[in-house]
């Protein structure tokens, strides 16, 4: 459950209850009960929005490159602001990435034969390993 369902939960004026009872009972930290979310100020949504509009235009952009065009462009920013930033924006760099799970065509695909199978005695099934272990 969210600390703001929580929060929602709790009553200041119980008769019996203190906010710290309460809190205990529902395992809510009394400071998480006093915190009020501070909003984001005009300064990082104009740099939201530079970021947006850099990252519109050159999608394959990561943070390093758009705080180098952002720079260029006379806005000081640095790479871990932009990087923090578009991860709050849920943006990220399209790249080739390497395709390290798909199987090659000409692999066969073995069958796993046991898996239907219930082993309930001693030595039904054996295993091996074929690590090898330079000595």
Known sequence: M???K????????HPDLSISQQCKLVRLSRSA??????GIDTATLSMMKEIDRVFTKYPFFGSRQIAAYLRREGTIVGR????R?????GLEAIYK????SQPHP???VFLYLLRKMQIDRPNQVWCADITFVPV
């Open 2 to 4: 969210s600390p703001a």
């Open 33 to 38: 009960f006093y915190y009020t979310p501070v």
């Open 106 to 108: 000409q692999h066969p």
């Open 80 to 83: 871990h602001r932009v990087r």
């Open 85 to 89: 930033l578009m991860a709050m924006m």
């Open 6 to 13: 929580k929060r929602s939960m709790i009553q200041r004026d």
């Open 97 to 100: 990435r390497p395709r390290t």
